[in-house]
């Protein structure tokens, strides 16, 4: 088998700064944009961002329609919902606002509508048939509202695939928004349990970049266009993960409890962005590959600060909650970038010895999990060990993120890691 050689380093344009969001007009005009969608979901759809982009827009004499049904969870019915009104509307450009549900469902219907094919077509495989999108999509630009997802620098968007009962996405080059518009303006009304989510997802992002299998030992693809999105831990990733990391763990339990405070919360909106060009070029592994069945086998759990009567459990908290078990695991494959990442998070780590990272980088993430309220492990949101095995099922055909785990994670690893995680503290 050859191993890989080379990586490549992708990612969007960004502005950043308080007010930003009034210039999209002027951003989406320069793209010699006449006609665009713009994509919320229904909490926002009369929110103050999403006023100032419609204005902006207007202003600039450009046609602005706004789809604000995008789902808070897309499954493949509200995806297809969101192509069919972009194959509609005829739209020469498209705008996000809003979290990652957002920015994934437009994504999803500026690829549909630019190259028409069936939902499965462009899907990762083994669920979808993963065919390379064939050129570039109509000008995207994202205006998140969360800070977390990270989704306005990746081309990736993420759905459940309602009749599997599965996670999955479609991952390609193509789908990057061309500008992400970082405007801490926008994030000021987030309640503190989704502040908590989306900080801690974005950590994850970036610990997950920098521990996954690196780039060179990935297998080479056959050709340089089926170079996989995400690449392995690589030195460009490790430069903006490192620092999300830093500004993350500095900052969140300050946004958590007084979220007018501006200052921190601007550094974690960009910590946000820098966690996504870390992760959106080296990937994310287990945590993220164990999340996805746990968010997609809600029963009642649901969290609070989230829409009432809606069961669910975040994309960050399912992440997070599998994230300690994860870390124990693979720091076998190096330890030493597993204490970098504990020292990263502030911890003393001069007088650690190898075969204790595991340990030292998981107590920092329960650590701040506890401070920022999170529940404790899989059991706290409803889960049990007769859970398991329909977990590890649902982590298998992970591929994209599960390959990128620096140990090869087999179903009995998995197994034992769902049940590691059921109480963590
Ligand atoms: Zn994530």
Redesign the pocket.
């Known amino acids: 088998m050859n191993l890989e050689t080379a990586f490549t380093m992708d990612t969007s344009s960004i502005k950043y700064g308080r007010g930003a969001t009034r210039e999209i007009g002027c951003d989406m005009e320069e793209q010699g944009c006449r006609r665009v969608m713009v994509v919320t979901d229904p909490h926002l759809g009369n929110s103050a961002p999403v006023a100032v982009t419609l204005e902006a827009l207007r202003g600039r004499g450009i046609d602005a329609v706004l789809f604000d049904r995008s789902s808070v969870e897309p499954t493949d019915v509200s995806f297809k919902e969101a192509i069919a009104f972009a194959v509609d509307g005829r739209f020469d450009g498209y705008v996000a606002v809003g979290g990652?549900s957002s920015m994934d469902t437009c994504k999803a219907a500026n690829l549909y509508a630019t190259h028409p094919a069936d939902l499965m077509t462009y899907v990762n495989p083994p669920i979808g048939n993963g065919t390379p999108v064939p050129g570039p999509l109509k000008p995207m630009m994202a205006i998140p509202t969360t800070a977390?997802?990270?989704s306005e620098t990746t081309g990736v968007a993420?759905f459940d695939y309602l009749e599997m009962g599965a996670k999955t996405g479609i991952a390609s080059r193509a789908l990057r928004p061309i500008r992400g518009i970082i405007d801490p303006d926008n994030t000021r009304t987030l309640p503190k349990m989704v502040a908590a989510c989306t900080g801690l997802?974005?950590l994850?992002?970036a610990l997950e970049a920098l521990t996954a299998l690196p780039y060179h030992q990935r297998p080479a693809p056959d050709h340089p266009r089926l170079r996989p999105a995400y690449q392995g831990a690589n030195p460009i990733s490790h430069v903006w993960a490192s620092r999300a990391v830093e500004m993350i763990s500095r900052n969140l339990m300050k946004v958590v409890e007084n979220p007018d405070d501006d200052d921190a919360r601007g550094e974690v909106l960009l910590a946000a962005t820098y966690a996504g060009i870390g992760?959106g070029n080296g990937g994310?592994h287990l945590a993220?590959g164990m999340?996805y069945p746990v968010s997609g086998m809600v029963r009642d759990y649901v969290p609070e600060g989230y829409p009432p009567g809606h069961a669910l459990v975040p994309?960050?908290m399912a992440?997070c909650l599998n994230a300690p078990a994860v870390f124990r695991f693979t720091a076998q494959a190096d330890p030493e970038i597993h204490l970098y990442c504990a020292r990263l998070m502030g911890h003393d780590v001069s007088r650690a010895k190898p075969k204790d990272a595991g340990d030292i980088l998981a107590s920092a993430v329960i650590d701040l999990m506890r401070r920022v309220g999170m529940p404790n492990g899989l059991k706290a949101v409803g889960f049990g060990p007769q859970d398991v095995d329909k977990l590890v099922e649902g982590t298998l055909p992970q591929h994209r993120v599960t390959k990128l785990s620096p140990r090869p994670a087999g179903p009995e690893d998995l197994r034992r890691l769902f049940l590691d995680s059921m109480t963590l503290w």
């Open positions: 990652g977390g997802t990270g993420i997802d974005q994850a992002h992760f994310v993220h999340s994309h960050g992440v």
